[in-house]
């Protein structure tokens, strides 16, 4: 090493992650085309609508989140250079995941969070297909590594170029929500069939050439080495069925068959226990450096639910309903009570807790009840429909027909609980997606609405016995598929009330300006009769046509101010000093720009022949002296009528918005921030003075007097107010912003929060 240990080492991890960012610059350029054309050809193949959406939508997704996907490995898996030659990374492997409390009666609610494992098993079949593939290769350059940066085996696991770290950090990359656990497997896969090529070799091999040649050997006094090795052959799928039936691995068998039996677990059967998972955990770490992800995973939930189980079961032998009987008592509900009717004596949420109630009523004497964890889905499905009734703002009608999807959705969850936890699970878009076109119904003009009636035939379908959640995706299908037409029909009306306020609001500003204009100019001057006549009927619309189609900077618009500058420069010369080549241009230069309005030949003629007597007194060009030849002297009789201009009244349409503009300018702080919510888009209520409400949407902002335009779900416009008049009506509580956005999200959230209080405060 030419200049010491530590400059050496500094230059070789520049060369390594130069080498490193090529290889997956490489292998990205060459993924995405293969996902796209793979997810494409899924699509084509698919054998139900559910799957060619979620291929479809994979491959939009991939495409326009390239860059951030490829950035975001590409900033972890070079990043970690740095970290690793400081030793930054030691132990950070152990600290994933690995800090859930697990003490409230509802950490159920946090296991749902947890890696899907279909999810773990595509990396742990990636990684181990890289591993046995280069097995030589990588074990000397972790060697190589362990000598170089020194540290342990949590050191070498966490080495950039290792096949775990790049498939992780490319699982992270992808997993933001909005793909789909399918789709996810499948890039997953495709990934390590792009990465772990030939020139992946070639990469691990170039770094073990490099580091040999700085003198970097394997480190060979540990006994313990470092070699790849393959996990345990295990069957996913089998794991996964029987940690989803509700918990029947740690149940017994019961003599009534819908029934299952959970066992109390008194202190020395969980230490044994727990003993026993401890060991069997340090027994897989010391005979293979790789150990399961499958198998710690379902290890950690199985060890929760023991846990939980322990807190919960301290009054002796219990037994607890299982699903069927559960979803059977939910049907059984749903046909005693009519749902469909408007007059439900219970309140949004209140169908679950009744129901909790009644089943764990009916089997307090028996000590049967529901089992903690569905108690847990029956809370969080009731606290999330009490949740959107109380904090969204839509029709009374809307949220009544939304309500009475409360018990097919927690039917759904009992069945399923990631429905609730996936964010990007098609049922709450549906609910979201329905929440937000509510906020535009008003109440009591529902029934008219083509929606608001495909909202209820679709709660009518939740109801029924044959809903499941393989319907969901065309469900939702088709809901967006009607809002889409609805809205592309309501968008060519809404583009047309644009166009027309723009265009009005267009003309004010140019009446506005015109007279402001001329006002400045004749106000308070004494000038003739006729030239006020000139300026407030045929003047004002030459420049009202130039304001219109130019603006203030165009030629047109600066011309005729100029002239009419002119003409009343030339009108305070005194007669005898006029020139009359003045005189005659500035006439023909009215008179052509005259012709250019539209006006009327003889009207026109009469308004010349004005001009040029006030300008040339005399007799006029069609009128013949009694003496030819003899240029008559004007006389008194020939003096023209002057007057002092209080008031100028111009002859063009529009009207004057320069108190608006001057209302916008004065707004202080306070009304200023309240419009800073509102955004193209927003739905906003005003009150009139009869106390009726209006809803519209925020749909453009039309200058100069910056004027906020609001539509209903139709695209007819039922608002048009400028910024200052709109924020005091905001301040003022005659208008307030609906907030539309991801209602049942949001409502989902708050109910989670409402369960974790409530377990603290028990």
């Not at 090795?229 to 509700?246: C, G, L």
């Not at 003629?605 to 006030?614: E, N, P």
Request: with cysteine.
């Amino acid at each position: 090493m030419r200049k010491g240990f530590e400059y050496s080492k500094k230059e070789l991890v520049s060369s390594l992650r130069q080498s490193c960012q090529r290889h997956l610059k490489y292998v990205f350029k060459s993924f995405f085309d293969c996902a796209s054309t793979s997810l494409l050809e899924l699509a084509s193949k698919a054998e139900t609508n559910r799957l060619q959406t979620l291929y479809l939508d994979a491959q939009r997704l991939m495409r326009s989140r390239r860059n951030s996907i490829e950035t975001r490995l590409l900033d972890q898996v070079l990043a970690s250079f740095a970290l690793l030659e400081s030793g930054s990374l030691k132990g950070s492997e152990h600290s994933r995941s690995h800090n859930i409390d697990h003490t409230t009666a509802y950490n159920h609610l946090e296991l749902l969070g947890n890696e899907d494992l279909e999810v773990m098993i595509a990396l742990d079949n990636g990684t181990t297909r890289a591993m046995d593939t280069y097995k030589q290769s990588l074990y000397l350059l972790s060697r190589r590594f362990e000598a170089l940066f020194g540290g342990g085996r949590s050191l070498v696991n966490a080495m950039p170029m290792s096949p775990d770290v790049l498939m992780e950090n490319f699982a992270e990359a992808i997993s933001d929500g909005m793909l789909a656990v399918e789709t996810q497997v499948i890039l997953i896969n495709l990934f390590s069939q792009a990465c772990f090529d030939a020139e992946y070799k070639k990469l691990i091999d170039s770094a073990n050439a490099q580091l040999e040649r700085a003198g970097v050997l394997p480190k060979l006094d540990d006994k313990t080495a470092v070699t790849p090795s393959k996990p345990a052959p295990q069957k996913p799928a089998e794991s996964i069925n029987k940690f989803n039936d509700d918990n029947s691995a740690l149940a017994g068998n019961s003599n009534q068959p819908s029934k299952q039996r959970i066992s109390p677990i008194d202190g020395s059967e969980q230490e044994s226990s727990a003993t026993t998972a401890e060991s069997g955990i340090e027994a897989t770490n010391e005979g293979t450096s790789q150990a399961s992800r499958v198998q710690t995973e379902l290890l950690a939930r199985i060890s929760s639910l023991l846990e939980v189980g322990d807190r919960q079961q301290n009054l002796g032998h219990q037994v607890f309903l299982g699903k069927p009987e559960v979803i059977a008592a939910i049907d059984r509900q749903v046909a005693s009570q009519n749902l469909l009717s408007d007059t439900s004596p219970l309140q949004p949420g209140q169908l679950s807790e009744a129901l909790e109630r009644s089943l764990n009523a009916e089997a307090a004497d028996g000590h049967q009840g529901l089992h903690h964890n569905d108690a847990s889905v029956f809370k969080l499905v009731g606290k999330t429909f009490g949740h959107l009734s109380e904090t969204s703002p839509m029709a009374a009608e809307v949220q009544r027909v939304i309500n009475r999807c409360e018990l097919p959705l927690l039917k759904l969850a009992l069945q399923k609980p990631l429905v609730l936890e996936q964010q990007n699970h098609p049922i709450r878009r549906l609910f979201n997606e329905m929440a937000d076109y509510a906020i535009g119904l008003e109440q009591g003009n529902c029934e008219e609405n083509k929606i608001y009636r495909h909202i209820l035939k679709l709660s009518e379908h939740m109801l029924s016995a044959s809903f499941s959640e393989q319907q969901v995706p065309q469900i939702l299908m088709e809901f967006m598929s009607a809002v889409d037409t609805e809205r592309r029909s309501s968008k060519i009306q809404t583009q047309r009330q644009l166009e027309e306020v723009a265009a009005k609001e267009k003309i004010n500003w140019a009446f506005t300006r015109v007279e402001e204009e001329i006002n400045s100019r004749l106000l308070g001057h004494e000038l003739p009769v006729a030239i006020l006549n000139f300026a407030e009927q045929h003047w004002c619309k030459v420049l009202h046509i130039a304001h219109l189609r130019g603006g203030e900077g165009s030629v047109e618009w600066q011309d005729g101010l100029r002239i009419l500058d002119r003409l009343l420069a030339l009108e305070l010369v005194p007669v005898q000093q006029r020139e009359k080549q003045l005189v005659s241009q500035l006439l023909k230069d009215i008179d052509y720009r005259l012709k250019h309005i539209a006006i009327d030949a003889i009207q026109l003629i009469d308004q010349m022949d004005r001009l040029q007597f006030i300008l040339e007194p005399g007799l006029p060009a069609h009128v013949t002296p009694l003496n030819v030849g003899e240029r008559r002297e004007p006389s008194a009789k020939d003096q023209v009528k002057r007057i002092v201009v209080s008031s100028v009244e111009i002859e063009i349409p529009g009207e004057n918005i320069s108190l608006a503009l001057n209302a916008m300018e004065s707004m202080e702080m306070p009304e200023k921030q309240c419009l800073a919510e509102l955004h193209k888009g927003s739905w906003i209520e005003l009150s009139d003075d009869i106390k009726s409400q209006t809803r519209g949407k925020l749909v453009g902002i039309v200058g100069p007097t910056w004027k906020y335009l609001f539509v209903n779900n139709k695209g007819k416009l039922v608002a048009e107010l400028n910024r200052a008049r709109l924020a005091k009506q905001l301040l003022e509580g005659r208008a307030r912003v609906l907030d539309s956005s991801h209602l049942f999200d949001k409502a989902i959230k708050g109910a989670i929060n409402d369960i974790k209080e409530l377990s603290v405060a028990v």
